[in-house]
């Protein structure tokens, strides 16, 4: 067999890494060029103009609209208010400019509509720009200190400088939309979120990390904490247990709450890797869990092996929507063929999934009966619990029709007998 590559790099070879993209703009006269960071991919604006709070929210959105990015030079908050006006201009289209959209036909048009409307929104809203020095100061008026913030979103995939770029002087721009994101994801982090299947306060809390899934609907951690537990296997005193797709740690959390004895938590984001870290060591639970970086299973078997992938089977917008959105229902499948070969006798997987896929017509319920069947698998029974979050009453929500039947479900699933 032969290769017109070698397999690997030449060790003595410099590695020449892709150039970072970069915002380029005319400020004074001069030419200038700092670098674009999006956590969600967005493609850096090819146009960008100098604004100031001179600039009224008509004229913004109107060059939003047109793939115009605004650097902001103005007072930082009123650049906050300038984004809420916007947004408001995004929601409340004058009727003179509506157009009308076609009538979705059914529940998979309506969510895919949706979801254009969502992505055309971030497009718009992110088109007003912060610049940072190469420590995340921010040189305007009434600016926050934000630096605490964005080492946290970002230490874990900081991009190695360039050769012959001086890293210590580099600047950055980043949309103001998604900066927010991360100073209210820095906050979350600092407050941490109570979770009462974690017992009382002040123990119960889990501190997500920027862009790992942050567990505030409670129904699925109360399906883990109320499900009945399989028994140790023969000569064991104490349960093992893996958590697939462990994210913040919070369904490891749990298990160790209820008496399990060991749990062996995966995950292959490295985000999630040390959120769920922090977590453990917070609730002092650390010798009780072995973090590992995998995509699904770790090695060996299990007594009970947990795991609550991503819900919708529809491709992720940016690589923060892949805790919701998983294309085609991966994680799922996958997570299901591989479960009897990683069961211990008589050992139990909890699979917990929302049925908002079938509302929707994504995913029906006989499609996931024959996959669980077709896995070597069988259901030895189901706890539901009403999703309870606020977009569940929200009746002008597009989705609301579905996100009203919403239902969360343990499915207690064990090896069909050969």
């Known amino acids: 067999m ?29 030419a200038r060029s700092a670098r674009w960071r999006s956590e969600r991919g967005s493609a850096a604006p090819k146009q960008v103009v100098l604004a100031n709070d001179t600039l009224t929210a008509d004229s913004a959105y109107r060059l939003a609209c047109a793939g115009t990015g605004m650097l902001w030079r103005g007072d930082f908050q009123n650049a906050r208010l300038l984004l809420q006006a916007m947004s408001r201009r995004i929601d409340q289209v004058p009727k003179r400019k509506r157009v009308k959209a076609p009538t979705p036909v059914s529940m998979v048009e309506a969510f895919h509509l949706h979801r254009q409307a969502q992505a055309q929104r971030a497009r718009t809203l992110g088109m007003v720009l ?61 407050v941490g979120v109570e979770v009462m299947a974690l017992g009382v306060a002040p123990d119960n809390r889990i501190y997500p990390h920027y862009g790992v899934f942050s567990p505030v609907r409670g129904e699925y951690t109360g399906l883990v904490a109320s499900a009945h537990l399989p028994k140790p296997g023969k000569g064991q005193t104490s349960l093992t247990a893996f958590d697939i797709g462990t ?7 749990v298990l160790i709450r209820r008496g399990v004895g060991h749990v062996v938590a995966t995950d292959s984001e490295p985000r999630a890797l040390a959120c769920a870290e922090d977590n453990f060591n917070r609730l002092g639970i650390q010798s009780q869990v072995t973090l590992l970086q995998a995509d699904l299973f770790p090695p060996g078997q299990a007594h009970l ?32 063929a591989g479960l009897r070969s990683h069961l211990a006798p008589g050992g139990e997987g909890w699979l917990i999934l929302s049925n908002l896929a079938e509302n929707l017509g994504l995913r029906s319920r006989s499609e996931l009966l024959t996959l669980i069947d077709a896995c070597g698998l069988r259901v030895i029974s189901r706890i539901d619990a009403k999703a309870q979050h606020p977009k569940t009453q929200d009746t002008t929500d597009a989705l609301h029709q579905a996100r009203s039947k919403e239902v969360t479900s343990l499915w207690r699933l064990a090896a069909l007998k050969p």
């Open 247 to 253: 994210g913040s740690g919070v369904l490891a959390a």
């Open 130 to 190: 912060i610049e940072m020095d190469a420590h995340h100061h921010i040189d305007l008026r009434r600016a926050p200190n934000v630096q605490t913030a964005c080492a946290q979103a970002w230490h874990l995939s900081e991009v190695p400088a360039q050769a012959g770029l001086d890293a210590a002087e580099e600047h950055t721009v980043v949309s103001l939309r998604e900066l927010l994101g991360i100073t209210s994801a820095a906050e979350w982090r600092r």
């Open 2 to 30: 032969s290769h017109s590559q070698p397999l690997y790099p030449n060790p003595l070879q410099p590695i020449t890494l892709p150039e970072p993209p970069r915002v380029h703009w005319v400020e004074s006269g001069q």
């Open 305 to 336: 092996i947990v795991c609550n992938p991503p819900w919708l089977p529809a491709r992720p917008g940016s690589s923060l929507e892949r805790a919701v959105y998983d294309e085609g229902g991966r994680m799922l499948q996958e997570f299901l």
